[in-house]
């Protein structure tokens, strides 16, 4: 079986073909600009690059190109474009209309219009490659993939906000949590490789990248997680403010004059590490200001740490007891020291990385010392497989 695997932001689409009898990607792609001058898409497959640089000036035009591409005599990888069985989109918010993934219909379409209220640059810019598809490969099937949906197990004493119930009732103010089609791969690729069912699972998992989120799993389900109503909650990220008190939000709006729109945008794209430091919102950049003595990039670099300590901490005394802490995203994958950081401190409960084990970088390894009372480990994520794993399941399922 194929699946083609779309995943739109606002004037991007990234793509990956699978041959899902290997789980193997055939192709991936990439089309930026799209609707802005200078729209192109690149494919890779294998070493090899194909690019196109032409006008694309919606998202039904930038798909059409992408099919061009997976069927080009030369640069694709099929001959025709009815050898794709399913199409899987990654959706973000689905609200709690949606606590699994979902053959697109009129149900799923009206949750997604929905909830668009809270994801307003995401959920429409997933929906135009959603019609696109529809439009230009009429009668495959349409599979949506929520980073909400794996979060909707969590219990109203995790996803309640302390403000008066009635804005839950009347507007649906409540933590969603985001990321959950990473934390949902993470949470079955960690039972495989302890050799648990996953319904016996318990972990926490450690979703650090560009945007970061820690999710407290217990039996195999998401219970609590730190981004929100929006991904601005939680963890300081690269350029998101993460936690604070909202106090700040209504000062700076009275004392600066900043309007609800520029608000969201200084939380958004102005904060985070990238703030604090003034430096950058990649943790490779800070890494390097900090070894140079820039006290800034240090600062944003023990904020983060911090934050994570306290969420990896509470989550565990929330659930009880913890089979494995996991790390996985860019940085989680790749930064050996930050990782090292937020760990530290845990020695006291009889948790600790084992240095040598802990030199590395990806793939799927347990860092911690052998008589570590909680494994530590590093597990690679990969969300679009998991898009890929849920579309062929939902097809088979409806045949
Ligand atoms: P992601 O959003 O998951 O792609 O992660 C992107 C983040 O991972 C960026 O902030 C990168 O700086 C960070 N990252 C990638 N490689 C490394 C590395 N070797 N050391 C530290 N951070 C890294």
């Known amino acids: 079986m194929k699946i083609l695997v779309i995943n739109c932001g606002s004037s991007s689409l990234k793509y990956q073909l699978f041959n899902m009898d290997k789980e193997e990607v055939m192709v991936k792609g990439l089309v930026e600009r799209i609707g802005i001058e200078g729209s192109r898409l690149i494919q890779e497959k294998d070493d090899d690059k194909y690019i196109i640089e032409e006008s694309m000036k919606d998202h039904t035009e930038a798909v059409s190109h992408v099919f061009n591409a997976l069927v080009d005599k030369e640069n694709g990888v099929i001959s025709e474009l009815s050898e794709i069985d399913a199409v899987g989109h990654r959706f973000v918010h689905g609200g709690e209309k949606i606590t ?146 909202p106090a700040v939000i209504t000062y700076l709006m009275e004392n600066k004059n900043i309007s609800p729109k520029d608000m969201e945008n200084l939380l958004n794209k102005e904060s985070g590490v990238y703030g604090v430091s003034g430096v950058s919102s990649d943790f490779r950049d800070l890494e390097d200001s900090a070894k140079e003595g820039n006290e800034r990039a240090q600062i944003a670099l ?33 930064s050996i020291n930050m990782r090292k950081d937020i760990l530290d401190g845990f020695q006291q409960f009889g948790i600790e990385i084992d240095d040598e ?38 097809v088979e399922l409806d045949k």
Do not use: W
């Open 100 to 245: 699994a993934s979902s053959i697109i219909n009129d149900e799923v379409k009206d949750a997604i219009n929905e909830y668009t209220k809270f994801a307003p640059l995401h959920n429409p810019a997933n929906l135009m490659g959603l019609k696109a598809c529809e439009e230009l490969l009429p009668g495959t099937p349409n599979v949506a993939v929520f980073d909400t949906a794996f979060h909707q197990t969590m219990p109203s004493k995790t996803f309640l906000y302390g403000i008066d119930y009635k804005y839950y009732e009347e507007d649906g103010i409540r933590k969603y949590g985001f990321h959950g089609t990473s934390h949902k791969f993470i949470t079955n690729k960690t039972a495989e490789l302890l050799g648990k069912d996953v319904e016996d699972l318990n972990i926490i998992s450690c979703h650090l990248g560009n945007g970061s989120s820690i999710t407290a799993i217990k039996n195999g389900k998401s219970y609590d997680t730190s981004m929100g109503l929006t991904p601005l909650e939680g963890l300081i990220m690269g350029t998101r403010s993460g936690d604070m008190d």
């Open 302 to 334: 023990d904020i983060f740490q911090t934050r994570a300590k306290r969420y990896i901490a509470g989550y565990m005394a929330e659930i009880g007891s913890v089979d494995a802490i996991v790390f996985t995203g860019g940085i989680g994958e790749n």
């Open 357 to 394: 084990k802990n030199n590395v970088r990806g793939g799927a390894h347990v860092i911690s010392t052998d008589d570590s009372k909680v494994k530590v480990m590093v597990v690679a994520t990969n969300e679009e497989l998991m898009i890929a794993r849920d579309t062929k399941e939902l």
